[in-house]
């Protein structure tokens, strides 16, 4: 897909089928990831948890199910969790990754959706963040769903981009 039709194609998704995504998207999703800019180039200081088996997407899920009122990883087969070192960028440097996972999806026929609402209680759960293999002294920051969405007409939305969405001062 070219780049101008994934980023119409980008969009929120909230209900995904069963359907695995194939191990090549993923690849190429994940390659996304790392190619993201990040603040002072320090790819060290950050570190992507990958759920994308059914074993680890189910048992994800039945611990997000125990956590919150609903499931707030909308059950999708893919999480990825970002977790950075302490620094004044992990936020930025998240969001950056995070923009390129969705727009990679979009251009694999997959959609997604930013996770940051449950990203401060799944932080909390110090075993979780274990298992996740955050590494020592790294802490969630957001996190990015991928998957395919239940209602397949999702795919053929094109929103054509709209100046006017955010206000601007053009000088
Ligand atoms: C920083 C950020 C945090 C977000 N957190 C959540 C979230 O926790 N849960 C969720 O369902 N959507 C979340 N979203 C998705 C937004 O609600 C969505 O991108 C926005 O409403 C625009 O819709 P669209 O993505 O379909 O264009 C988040 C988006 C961003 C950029």
Do not use: W
Not at 82 to 93: F, I, L, R, T
């Amino acid at each position: 897909m070219e780049f101008f039709e994934a980023v119409s194609a980008r969009h929120s998704t909230r209900d995904y089928s069963a359907e695995p995504v194939s191990e090549a998207s993923l690849k190429k999703i994940l390659g996304a990831a790392c190619a993201a800019p990040i603040g002072m180039g320090r790819y060290d200081a950050l570190h992507l948890s990958v759920v994308s088996t059914p074993s680890g997407a189910a048992a994800l899920h039945a611990r997000m199910n125990a956590l919150f009122p609903q499931d707030p990883l909308y059950n999708a087969p893919v999480f990825i969790l970002v977790s950075s070192a302490d620094s004044p960028m992990a936020g930025q440097n998240a969001a950056c990754i995070i923009e390129n996972v969705l727009l990679a999806a979009a251009a694999e026929g997959l959609s997604g959706c930013y996770i940051a609402g449950a990203i401060p209680k799944i932080a909390e759960d110090r075993a979780l963040v274990r298992e996740l293999g955050v590494p020592e002294g790294f802490r969630p920051v957001a996190g990015v769903l991928v998957g395919h969405p239940r209602n397949k007409k999702e795919l053929g939305l094109r929103r054509p981009p709209a100046l006017e969405k955010i206000r601007m001062t053009r000088l």
